[in-house]
């Protein structure tokens, strides 16, 4: 399942696809394996998140990771370690691969700028 907003972004001249097929290692990190013990706003993370080797996931393969993720744990919520796609409102948009009482899906989270994420939130990077 992909939500609309999902759809919207992808719709998005930000959302590009590679020209061809490669493999990308993903790394799972909170907020607290990074260091922090306290929220911190996505930009902090990311930053953070390079110094132990972990990059921006293009958001294409947040895409794959929801189509390839058939055991994600119940209740489980994903967030894309990326540059935020502004949909067509032009608010900030990071997908999210999420399996609730609904099935998996595809979601989108708004990405304020200066919203901060919660030390226990999971988000998914590439590896480098």
Do not use: N
């Amino acid at each position: 399942r992909v939500s609309d907003w999902a759809k919207d972004i992808m719709s998005k001249p930000a959302f590009t696809l590679a020209s061809e097929e490669t493999e990308l290692s993903l790394a799972r990190a909170t907020v607290v394996d990074l260091g922090f013990t306290e929220p911190q706003r996505l930009r902090t993370i990311l930053e953070r998140a390079a110094t132990f080797g972990l990059l921006p996931l293009p958001p294409e393969a947040a895409c794959v990771l929801r189509e390839k993720y058939v055991y994600q744990p119940y209740g489980e919520v994903l967030w894309a370690a990326m540059e935020p796609i502004a949909d067509s409102d032009g608010l900030p948009l990071l997908f999210s691969v999420d399996h609730d009482s609904d099935e998996r899906w595809l979601r989108t989270l708004w990405s304020d700028p200066e919203g901060v994420w919660g030390p226990g939130g999971g988000f998914v990077f590439a590896g480098s």
